[in-house]
């Protein structure tokens, strides 16, 4: 074994560990963040949506005019959706279900209200947009009740 080789075993044999940790705890964690992250975009936007009623019901009837239900419905179940789907984010319950009408929130501001004024029109909805897919895709991870569920109900299946 030449020196350049010898040198290049001792790296893996300390890089290999890493790895195997990272790839052990890293997922678990990213998943959890991620849940957490974009749960915390819209439980904030729910909050400040019961924090001043009166300017929310404004907002809904003149500013996020939705051209399907009523205002008042619109803004009751908005706000209601924004408020119980991050809980169920944050401890990973039904977390692919309550994924789904957050990105349907997301993609109408991006593409109904993001086409009808350019201040809808932003960019931070892709990324909520691509956590929410994330989500839904790979559900919500270890550090979650689904997967305790689903341990303790389905053995076997990941």
């Known amino acids: 074994m030449t020196d350049s080789q010898s040198l290049t ?12 940790k990272l790839e052990t705890f890293g997922p678990p964690v990213a998943d ?4 957490l992250w974009i749960g915390l975009m819209f439980f904030r936007s729910g909050l400040q949506k019961i924090g001043d009623w009166e300017s929310t019901l404004f907002l809904f009837e003149y500013e996020y005019a939705l051209p399907i239900i009523p205002f008042e ?3 009751y179940f908005g706000t ?13 319950l039904a977390s692919r279900l309550a994924a789904l009408p957050l990105l349907g929130m997301a993609l109408t501001i991006q593409f109904v209200l993001g086409a009808s004024s350019p201040a809808y029109n ?3 909805h892709f990324a909520w947009m691509t956590f929410l897919l994330v989500i839904i895709a790979r559900g919500p991870g270890k550090l979650s009740i689904d997967h305790w569920l689903r341990q303790k109900f389905m053995p076997g299946q990941n």
């Open 32 to 35: 959890l963040a991620v849940r």
């Open 9 to 20: 075993a001792k790296i893996a044999s300390l890089y290999s560990p890493i790895i195997a």
């Open 73 to 75: 419905l619109a803004a």
């Open 122 to 124: 932003d960019y931070n």
């Open 80 to 92: 209601a959706a924004e408020l119980a789907m991050p809980i169920l984010l944050f401890i990973g």
